[in-house]
Each structure stands twice: as structure tokens, then as C-alpha cells.
């Protein structure tokens, strides 16, 4: 390729001119070999540059590091959290209450600072608490009593010779003369004439198969007279069913002996003949005695 030229001007010592000569550009250039010394110069100079570079990336990487570690860090701890809220849900509590609700203090007692400051403060507390126990232990101990003693009420202690099961009878006879507003003497009326009839049993009859539906305490044979006072389904007393029942056969006998006239002067044993219209008005008189003790024990 050809280089440009190069205008010089000359002067001329023969003629004393100047002229203008046209040299190309690359015969001006003087080819020259490197010394030692300049060789140096630029391996000095690559060192230095190569160093320059390796630090410059040795410093981005270090500014990069902590960066890279951190995310991934925070990559890791919200994998964690993750993990831990999973298995936070998996563990909630059956009633649906947070933990702080769960282990908060209920006895209002327990979570109350002291505030006494004194000894003397400490102990006058402590006496009333004592005295306050002591008096709802006194209490609970007359209610008991009280409760023992209704019991006993109604399972009322045998005399004049019964079993339990004839003193509880004679206690529903009571009972029910009691709700009526009836004196004591028809109560022992009443129970004189079901020692006579039933002996204070409350008697089915074979006459009546259906009599053994109900509950009872044994049996008897004349003809369709049932329960404590062997009272007739076919004279009009009820049912069956009803003169099974003590408290109902007690309440028919009352009504039909408020019916007689003067009944209260007259002799134990016609005051029951009047009712029952027995074969034996006579026989009634040998329980009177009995009967008495009984009412008085029943109250």
C-alpha cells in the first residue's frame, strides 16, 4: 500500500534557494531494535497491569460474597420458618386458645401480689382464712346432718313388732292422712283396719291375674279384694291398678270414713265397720293398741 508523501522544504547552499521536496512518510521512519532496558520497562508494566486486574476481581468477588451468602441465608431461614409454621399449625390446641391463654392463672387468689407488708397483717389474714374454712366445714356438716336425718325420715324404724317393708306401708298411710289435714285418730283408724285386712301387706289377689302386673308383696283369696285395705275393683273403689297403689288406697279409705257421720265419737272399731262393711266388725278393735304406737312413732 502506498504511504503518503511528506512535504519538506530544503535549502540549497549552491544557488542560495529554498525548495519543496516530496519524501514518502516511511522513508522518514528509522527502524529501531528495543534495548534491555525498555524490554524491562514493559514487563514491569504487564505485571503491574495483570496485577491491577486480578485484584480488581478479587475485591468484586469479595464485595459479591457476603451478598450471595446473605441471601442464600435469608433463603434458608425462610425455608425454617416455613417449616416451623407448619408444624405450629399441627399443633394448635384442641380448644382453639393461643398458648398465653392456655397457662393463664384462673384462681384470682393465685395471681394476686401480696401487698401486707407487716407480719401482724400476715397473720390477722391467715386467722380470717382459718375462720372462714372453719365455718364452711361447720356448714357442710350441719347440712350433712340435716340431709342424714330427712333419710332416716323416710325410711322410718320398725315398731310394735313390724318389718320394714309393713312400717314402710303404715308410713304411706300416715303420710297421706298428713296431706289430707286429717287428725291422728283416722290415721290410726286407717292403720288398724290394714293390719286387719292385709296385715299391713300390699296384697294382689289370685282372683285377678292382672293384680300381679303391679307391684305387691304377696297374695290373697277373697274374691277381688286387692292392697292394703283388700278394697273391691267391683264395690267401686277403682281400678286394679289405682288400689295397688298405697298412697291411693289410703286416700279412698280417708274419703269414705269422712263420710260417717259423728265417726270421731264413736268406737274405733264401728268407725272402720262403717267403711269396710265387714262379716267381723268386731275384729278391728284387737289392733287399736298397735295402731297407736305406730301413728306416735311416725309423728
Known amino acids: 500500500m502506498p504511504h503518503s508523501p511528506t512535504h519538506e522544504e530544503i535549502h540549497d547552499k549552491t544557488t542560495g534557494r529554498h525548495r519543496r521536496e516530496t519524501t514518502p512518510i516511511h522513508a522518514r521512519i528509522r527502524l529501531q531494535w528495543p534495548s534491555v532496558t525498555m524490554v524491562k520497562a514493559i514487563g514491569t508494566s504487564r505485571v503491574t497491569l495483570a496485577t491491577s486486574v486480578l485484584t480488581c476481581l478479587a475485591l468484586g468477588a469479595m464485595a459479591s460474597g457476603p451478598a450471595t451468602a446473605a441471601a ?25 386458645r393461643s398458648p398465653d391463654q392456655s397457662t393463664k392463672v384462673t384462681d384470682p387468689g393465685a395471681a394476686r401480689p401480696n401487698t401486707l407488708s407487716t407480719p401482724e397483717e400476715l397473720a390477722k389474714q391467715k386467722a380470717a382464712e382459718a375462720a372462714k374454712a372453719a365455718e364452711a366445714a ?34 304411706a298411710i300416715v303420710d297421706t292422712g298428713k296431706s289430707l289435714g286429717l287428725p291422728a285418730r283416722a290415721f290410726v283408724a286407717a292403720i288398724a283396719c290394714s293390719l286387719q285386712e292385709s296385715r299391713l301387706y300390699n296384697l294382689a289377689s289370685s282372683a285377678l291375674p292382672e293384680s300381679f302386673q303391679y307391684s305387691n308383696e304377696g297374695s290373697g283369696s277373697d274374691h277381688d279384694s286387692v292392697g292394703l285395705f283388700q278394697q273391691r275393683t267391683s264395690s267401686g273403689w277403682g281400678s286394679v291398678k289405682d288400689l295397688m297403689r298405697p298412697t291411693y288406697a289410703a286416700t279412698q279409705f280417708y274419703r269414705a270414713l269422712m263420710n260417717v257421720p259423728g265417726w270421731e265419737n264413736m268406737a274405733l272399731t264401728y268407725a272402720i265397720q262403717a267403711v269396710q262393711v265387714s262379716a267381723f266388725p268386731d275384729a278391728y278393735a284387737q289392733h287399736e293398741d298397735q295402731a297407736q304406737t305406730i301413728v306416735n312413732a311416725l309423728g
Do not use: F, H, I, W
Open 138 to 171: 361447720q356448714q357442710a356438716a350441719a347440712a350433712k346432718a340435716a340431709a342424714d336425718a330427712k333419710k332416716a325420715a323416710e325410711v322410718p324404724t320398725p315398731v310394735a313388732g313390724l318389718t320394714q317393708t309393713q312400717m314402710n306401708n303404715a308410713k
Open 72 to 96: 442464600q441465608s435469608d433463603r434458608t431461614v425462610a425455608a425454617s420458618t416455613a417449616d416451623r409454621s407448619a408444624a405450629d399449625r399441627a399443633s394448635r390446641y384442641a380448644d382453639r
